[in-house]
């Protein structure tokens, strides 16, 4: 793998991170998860991509469950994390924040 997708799995891993922390403080994050999930899955087009399925079943776990694989630097979470529904947790500051701590 090239530095430049190094890079950007770290930032991911990093705002994901950032995420499992909110998580655990509002678990009600979960369920703005499965909102974002369904409206994607709503929009896409048959057949429905296998990311789908995998993190509705990720969003049936438990809070420390969820945020056990939000933080992992795991093959399977590195490969989910571009998908990911919890793309609204962050605020533009915090993904800014990351952004430039990644230049």
Known sequence: MDSDHRRIDARSLSMHRLIASKLLTDPGLINQARS??????????EPVPSYFLEWEKILEGSPEEITDLLGSSSEEATRLRPSSPFTNVLTSEERSKIFNDFR
Do not use: E, I, V
């Open 36 to 45: 974002t999930l369904a409206r994607w899955r709503a929009q896409a087009a």
